[in-house]
């Protein structure tokens, strides 16, 4: 569990002035960084500038954001017993290492071949953090740095992933029902481990509207269009983004309950050949046609 990019942060976040900001950050943040920081710049944030005008948009909350980050510290053996519990209840699992990064707010965790990064300003959130100057979006997502562990163990998840390659995470045109299976059953299997769902509150709307939920999802399952169900940032109208993820969960933890063996249910969720041979195992969708 690497922690060396926050100080590295920090120190350059003290140097940086509006005239020298980005040479900073470049400097004593980009370039010194970790093998994960350099995946994660690559991927997620891009350039000095990108990251400076995050900060510029939300100064409070990025200043707010240090006495949080030194409590990462506080959740290792949290962190640490997930990953022996998911061990014993999937013995190929393999780990990497996790790497704690600031970014500019476009990406909470991410399971790279680098390891599982982790961009901690998506999780800084207190009760007097200035979350009044984030989007609407930002301001949703944000999390308490209690929810470090769930999204720490839901990214150790997808990299066991076998089906991982054919997902949207790498690439390549997947089915709608492939993606929220990928990522529902990240946060099935990460809650088995963790004990918490990083996207609780998905399922405090999703439950007592299952159903409808369910047949709606139903009709687009098929195609390659996941527009309305995952990734949505704040363009979702009138329910919460990303209730893809709620419906795959609901499919893995249907799966699971149903299976006599759970060892073997965890590898069979893990390593899912064929998403509607799944789905059809699972027992899911009769659920709904007996009622």
Avoid: C
């Avoid at 999802?217 to 209730?243: C, H, I, R, T, V």
Wanted: hydrophobic share 35%; proline share 3%; no cysteine.
């Amino acid at each position: 569990i690497v922690t060396s990019d926050i100080a590295l942060f920090w120190r350059a976040y003290d140097q940086a002035k509006p005239e020298n900001n980005l040479i900073v950050y470049r400097d004593e943040y980009f370039k010194k960084g970790s093998v994960g920081m350099q995946e994660f710049i690559r991927s997620k944030i891009g350039s000095s500038s990108n990251l400076v005008t995050a900060i510029d948009a939300a100064p409070k909350y990025y200043a707010s954001l240090r006495a949080q980050s030194a409590k990462i510290e506080n959740y290792k053996p949290q962190m640490l017993a997930s990953f022996r519990k998911l061990k014993e209840i999937y013995p190929d699992a393999r780990f990497p290492n996790v790497y704690f990064v600031i970014g500019r707010m476009n990406a909470g965790g991410t399971a790279t071949v680098k390891g599982l990064l982790i961009g901690f300003e998506m999780y800084g959130k207190t009760d007097d953090a200035s979350v009044a100057e984030l989007s609407g979006w930002k301001k949703s997502s944000v999390g308490k740095v209690e929810r470090i562990p769930f999204i720490v163990a839901h990214e150790l998840v997808h990299y066991q992933q076998k089906n991982a390659h054919l997902t949207s995470l790498y690439g390549g045109e997947v089915s709608l029902l492939g993606k929220s299976l990928s990522e529902g059953s990240a946060d099935f299997i990460g809650k088995l481990i963790s004990g918490g769902n990083d996207n609780q509150k998905l399922h405090e709307y999703g439950n007592p509207r299952e159903k409808q939920l369910w047949l709606e999802f139903k009709k687009e399952m098929n195609g390659s269009d996941a527009s309305n169900w995952l990734y949505q940032g704040d363009k979702a109208k009138d329910k919460p983004a990303d209730l893809g993820y709620y419906v795959g969960y609901k499919i893995a933890e249907s799966y699971y309950n149903k299976a006599k063996d759970k060892k073997q249910a965890v590898k069979d969720i893990l390593e899912i050949k064929d998403f509607n041979h799944f789905l059809k195992a699972s027992g899911y969708d009769e659920k709904f046609s007996v009622e």
